[in-house]
């Protein structure tokens, strides 16, 4: 397997369909590990934001509770354990959510002796009926596809970023993501990045919306995996993607594909096509969007089978294939 998460037929077959489901309940899960995440700050706090936005993914509202693990090299001081319990603590307080109820803390040989990880599973409840979605229906993306995935290679690899980006560039990126001192899950959560719960706003005011988050895989992972769930087509019109320059040159420089490099915070809605500009309306019009992200219709379902991605402007018409790695990993 490559490096990263499994890809959605895995999860599928072998993890998703074995797990009972309460009906009034859903459930997400987030894990990082100091070896993929260290310069990005506090690594439960990105375990955090992966399982908050996997549980809206998944339609879920109101946290009821959360359990935490820890697994530990065995150089891991206990000040470490101690200021990332700290941090999930003031994260679930500070959003008003029910407490901690249990977990788990083990040293394992399987790390590095001075790497952590950390997993982190939330139960919520079911508070978004799962929309089905039909041919014809939009993809609306809201948020920037890959941002998250940006930062982190910054973060990572400044010192060879300096052969083609000086300082200047590289902090001006870093300082527009971390505007007004957000924090990693205040810039990349969903509830805080677009608006609390867009998918509960959506279906309040009488629409339907599917929820893909973008995560590992980016753009074109969350678009074949809608797809795939559906059993539809998608076409994604190239030429509507709203896209930063600053992500577009970063990965040239690592010959990476953009589309394809960890989106966290971003999300794609599959919705009704006469719905769409009341759709448009509920996400852009949040009160918590004033940092102006966008939101963009970049394509749609098909009867047709298959994912493509088209540009009228390269003349272009290519295939998006099952997720095999993040771009983040082939560096």
């Not at 009926?129 to 910054?154: C, H, M, N, W």
């Not at 279906?203 to 929820?211: C, M, Q, S, T």
């Not at 992200?293 to 994912?307: A, D, F, M, N, R």
């Amino acid at each position: 397997m490559e490096r990263g998460t499994v890809s959605n037929h895995i999860l599928n077959r072998s993890v998703t369909r074995h797990i009972r489901k309460n009906a009034d309940a859903t459930t997400g899960i987030g894990t990082a590990s100091s070896a993929e995440d260290i310069s990005m700050g506090y690594i439960t706090e990105i375990a955090y934001l992966r399982a908050v936005n996997n549980l809206y993914g998944r339609g879920g509202s109101e946290i009821r509770e959360l359990s935490l693990s820890f697994m530990l090299g065995s150089a891991v001081c206990e000040d470490t354990i101690r200021r990332e319990m700290k941090r999930l603590t003031e994260l679930v307080y500070n959003d008003d959510k029910d407490a901690v109820i249990s977990g788990n803390t083990f040293v394992s040989g399987s790390l590095k002796e001075d790497e952590y990880t950390v997993s982190v599973v939330i139960n919520g409840n079911e508070g978004l009926k799962k929309s089905t979605v039909s041919a014809g229906d939009r993809l609306i993306l809201a948020g920037y596809p890959a941002r998250y995935g940006t930062e982190l290679l910054i973060r990572r690899y400044r010192e060879k970023l300096r052969e083609r980006f000086n300082d200047i560039f590289l902090d001006e990126y870093l300082f527009k993501c971390e505007k007004d001192g957000k924090s990693v899950y205040e810039r990349y959560s969903i509830g805080k990045y677009i608006g609390h719960n867009i998918g509960q706003k959506i279906e309040k005011d009488g629409l339907k919306a599917r929820i893909k988050p973008l995560s590992f895989g980016g753009l074109y992972r969350a678009v074949w995996e809608m797809s795939d769930e559906s059993g539809l087509g998608a076409e994604v019109f190239h030429d509507s993607i709203i896209m930063e320059q600053e992500t577009i040159e970063i990965a040239e420089f690592f010959r990476i594909n953009p589309y394809m490099l960890l989106g966290t915070g971003a999300v794609i809605l599959a919705c009704d096509a006469e719905k769409i500009e009341e759709i448009l309306n509920d996400i852009s019009g949040d009160s918590s969007a004033k940092d102006k992200q966008p939101v963009c219709v970049i394509g749609e379902l098909k009867k047709e089978k298959g994912c493509t991605v088209v540009s009228s402007l390269y003349d272009v018409k290519r295939e998006i294939t099952s997720y095999k790695s993040d771009e983040l990993f082939k560096i």
